[in-house]
């Protein structure tokens, strides 16, 4: 179905191909996973698929790429429309409407299919997708992860023959990241649709691939095999798969059930071990313990009672001045509560994990405590200041956020010219910004401009620009969108550093794994409110949607990461 001969991609002004020696086929009816760390070609790779390279993006394609037969160098993007269909990193640049039942429909549109079978597809996508209660909702008022639903629905409608994703799960909770692959295996084994996808978040989707293509390095040829031949030589893998290759299992375990067969013997030697507990920030203590849910009986099934929320249930303050306070905090959207009686405290030094569902409220959290988003009651305190009433010139050096589109932050034309304009609005010592851009993601050129950056590459460079001015509160909204495993490794040791030297952070995420290497401690939202509150282990350990993998392989013992067995099984020597 999609055939790569010999392809190389050049872009102008660039020194050396950004992928070369592309040579590999993707048969009709198979998902086809594309790995590799970032920036070595893989949206590049995805783009040639589709006639977006280089047809849009400009430079010099070799070689020869043909989907359904048919050439992208002599085919352009709209006349490969009907046969792929394309999501790319960015759902907001897709978008061409605006409601989410006018964008599913828009692609059909385009296609002249008859009013009749256009509806019957939406209706189909909304319940496949679990939009049919946002069908009327404008697509500004989504959060990042339903955007992406609705990016993925909108390709899905014309039901084409292939479906090119670049990093489709990167924004959703777990709960919406297995509802889609659920449904890309359903369209690839009951329909026989062809799925090239890249994502870096592998312990997801690398169970469901029939074949992995590796690019293990920028301009390298790839390596194609099975998932558990790939991943016994790839440089990013998932936790699972570093757990196998840590206990010398083979084959190569690749979801958690298969791990979980093999791991007697593992869970035997750590029987006598007691997992490294999570580190508490200096100051804090446990927070207070959350209600039991009321009964069915008083309050209808599953129906909580507003009233019955408490005050406060966040840490008690630590000793001194707390990097951020909300107390009772209230926001509304229109008729929507974003938040309700939501009170934190969050001490100098502890870095807290935001977690749930897309929509509950974790985006509108960070925006309250950065000044964004006005409460509707209650009250919000950030390094010492009322967020939405000091002025941003002063708000910057008391909390900075690196909001989910890093591009939003950048306006400047090269990588330098960013750097140089951090350092001076953050009155830092010039190469302070690139130095971090440089332990985040190695290589990036002064002269690169940012749009021409992958996702994560850009992220770190946003990331670089807020920690210029070291601002006591860091907040975060997915920051590991984008990162491949070692770019994360990286984040969380800069991360580490940061929250040692008494910066607090707090970071909104979907990444269970990134909040067991990295989070003091875990607060669950739904529905605008916090349901559980308290130590990392405690946390996610009870929760099967937030568990990391390795917490799942070695329960019922309370371990998170491979690097913690890891020092566990040489401490054991």
């Given at each position: 179905?999609?055939?790569?001969?010999?392809?190389?991609?050049?872009?102008?002004?660039?020194?050396?191909?950004?992928?070369?020696?592309?040579?590999?086929?993707v048969p009709?009816?198979?998902?086809?996973?594309?790995?590799?760390?970032?920036?070595?070609?893989?949206?590049?790779?995805?783009g040639?698929?589709?006639?977006?390279?280089?047809?849009?993006?400009?430079?010099?394609?070799?070689?020869?790429?043909?989907v359904?037969?048919?050439?992208?160098?002599?085919h352009?993007?709209?006349?490969l429309?009907?046969?792929?269909?394309?999501?790319?990193?960015?759902?907001?640049s897709?978008?061409?409407?605006?409601?989410?039942?006018?964008?599913?429909?828009?692609?059909?549109?385009?296609?002249?299919?008859?009013?009749?079978v256009m509806?019957?597809?939406?209706?189909?996508t909304?319940?496949?997708?679990?939009?049919?209660?946002?069908?009327?909702?404008?697509?500004?008022?989504?959060?990042?992860?339903?955007?992406?639903?609705?990016?993925?629905g909108?390709?899905?409608?014309?039901?084409?023959?292939?479906?090119?994703?670049?990093?489709?799960?990167?924004?959703?909770?777990?709960?919406?990241?297995?509802?889609?692959?659920a449904?890309?295996?359903?369209?690839?084994?009951?329909?026989?649709?062809?799925?090239?996808?890249?994502?870096?978040?592998?312990?997801?989707?690398?169970?469901?691939?029939?074949?992995?293509?590796?690019?293990p390095?920028?301009?390298?040829?790839?390596?194609?095999?099975?998932?558990?031949?790939?991943m016994?030589?790839?440089?990013?893998?998932?936790?699972?798969?570093?757990l196998?290759?840590?206990?010398?299992?083979?084959?190569?375990?690749?979801?958690?059930?298969?791990?979980?067969?093999?791991?007697?013997?593992?869970?035997?030697?750590?029987?006598a071990?007691?997992?490294?507990?999570?580190?508490?920030?200096?100051?804090?203590?446990?927070p207070?313990?959350?209600?039991?849910?009321?009964?069915?009986?008083?309050?209808?099934?599953?129906?909580?009672?507003?009233?019955?929320?408490?005050?406060?249930?966040?840490?008690?303050p630590?000793?001194?001045?707390?990097?951020?306070?909300?107390?009772?905090?209230?926001?509304?959207?229109?008729?929507?509560?974003?938040?309700?009686?939501?009170?934190?405290?969050?001490a100098?030094?502890?870095?807290?994990?935001?977690?749930?569902?897309?929509?509950?409220?974790?985006s509108t959290?960070?925006?309250?405590?950065?000044?964004?988003?006005?409460p509707?009651?209650?009250?919000?305190?950030?390094?010492g200041a009322?967020?939405?009433?000091?002025?941003p010139?002063?708000?910057?050096?008391?909390?900075?956020?690196?909001?989910?589109?890093?591009?939003?932050?950048?306006?400047?034309?090269?990588?330098?010219?960013?750097?140089?304009?951090?350092?001076?609005?953050?009155?830092?010592?010039?190469?302070?910004?690139?130095?971090?851009?440089?332990?985040?993601?190695?290589?990036?050129?002064?002269?690169?401009?940012?749009?021409?950056?992958?996702?994560?590459?850009?992220?770190?460079?946003?990331?670089?620009?807020?920690?210029?001015a070291?601002?006591?509160?860091?907040?975060?909204?997915?920051?590991?969108?984008?990162?491949?495993?070692?770019?994360?490794?990286r984040?969380?040791?800069?991360?580490?550093?940061?929250?040692?030297?008494g910066?607090?952070?707090?970071?909104?995420?979907?990444?269970?794994?990134?909040?067991?290497?990295?989070?003091?401690?875990?607060?669950?939202?739904?529905?605008g409110?916090?349901?559980a509150?308290?130590?990392?282990?405690?946390?996610?350990?009870?929760?099967?949607?937030?568990?990391?993998?390795?917490?799942?392989?070695?329960?019922?013992?309370?371990?998170?990461?491979?690097?913690q067995?890891?020092?566990?099984?040489?401490?054991?020597?």
């Amino acid at each position: 179905m999609i055939r790569f001969e010999d392809v190389s991609v050049t872009y102008d002004g660039a020194a050396a191909p950004t992928v070369r020696g592309v040579d590999f086929e993707v048969p009709e009816g198979e998902l086809v996973l594309l790995a590799g760390p970032s920036g070595v070609g893989k949206s590049t790779v995805l783009g040639a698929v589709s006639g977006l390279v280089p047809h849009f993006t400009g430079g010099t394609l070799r070689g020869r790429v043909t989907v359904a037969g048919r050439d992208t160098r002599t085919h352009k993007p709209r006349e490969l429309a009907d046969v792929v269909g394309t999501v790319g990193q960015d759902p907001l640049s897709h978008f061409v409407t605006d409601t989410v039942e006018d964008e599913l429909a828009y692609g059909m549109e385009s296609l002249g299919l008859a009013p009749d079978v256009m509806r019957r597809r939406v209706e189909e996508t909304l319940d496949l997708l679990g939009l049919a209660d946002l069908r009327d909702r404008p697509i500004a008022t989504l959060s990042g992860g339903q955007q992406q639903r609705v990016a993925i629905g909108s390709v899905l409608t014309p039901h084409p023959r292939v479906l090119v994703l670049d990093e489709p799960t990167s924004a959703l909770d777990p709960a919406a990241a297995e509802e889609v692959l659920a449904v890309l295996q359903r369209l690839v084994h009951d329909l026989g649709t062809t799925v090239l996808m890249a994502e870096h978040r592998l312990e997801r989707v690398v169970q469901y691939a029939d074949q992995v293509a590796l690019l293990p390095a920028p301009g390298a040829a790839p390596v194609l095999g099975t998932p558990a031949e790939v991943m016994a030589v790839s440089p990013v893998f998932p936790p699972v798969v570093g757990l196998g290759r840590l206990a010398d299992w083979s084959p190569l375990p690749l979801t958690v059930r298969d791990a979980r067969r093999r791991a007697g013997g593992l869970r035997e030697r750590l029987t006598a071990v007691e997992p490294e507990s999570t580190p508490v920030a200096v100051g804090t203590r446990a927070p207070a313990p959350l209600p039991e849910p009321p009964t069915a009986g008083r309050t209808g099934f599953f129906r909580r009672r507003r009233s019955a929320r408490p005050a406060g249930t966040g840490d008690a303050p630590a000793p001194g001045t707390p990097a951020a306070v909300t107390d009772s905090l209230t926001v509304r959207r229109g008729r929507v509560e974003a938040l309700y009686r939501v009170s934190l405290t969050v001490a100098p030094g502890e870095t807290v994990a935001l977690m749930g569902r897309n929509g509950a409220g974790k985006s509108t959290l960070l925006g309250a405590l950065v000044g964004l988003v006005e409460p509707s009651a209650g009250t919000v305190r950030a390094g010492g200041a009322v967020p939405h009433r000091t002025a941003p010139r002063d708000l910057v050096r008391r909390v900075g956020l690196v909001p989910q589109e890093p591009r939003d932050l950048l306006y400047a034309d090269t990588v330098a010219a960013e750097c140089a304009a951090a350092d001076e609005d953050a009155g830092a010592a010039p190469g302070t910004c690139r130095a971090l851009v440089n332990d985040l993601l190695p290589g990036v050129a002064d002269d690169t401009h940012p749009r021409d950056l992958s996702e994560g590459q850009r992220l770190a460079l946003a990331l670089a620009v807020v920690l210029t001015a070291r601002p006591p509160l860091l907040l975060l909204d997915e920051p590991t969108r984008g990162l491949d495993y070692a770019a994360k490794s990286r984040l969380v040791t800069i991360l580490r550093t940061l929250a040692t030297e008494g910066h607090a952070i707090v970071l909104a995420t979907h990444d269970v794994e990134l909040a067991a290497e990295l989070a003091h401690r875990v607060v669950i939202l739904a529905d605008g409110e916090v349901v559980a509150d308290g130590p990392t282990a405690e946390v996610v350990v009870a929760s099967p949607s937030f568990a990391p993998q390795v917490t799942k392989v070695l329960a019922p013992q309370k371990w998170l990461t491979v690097a913690q067995v890891r020092r566990a099984l040489e401490g054991d020597r």
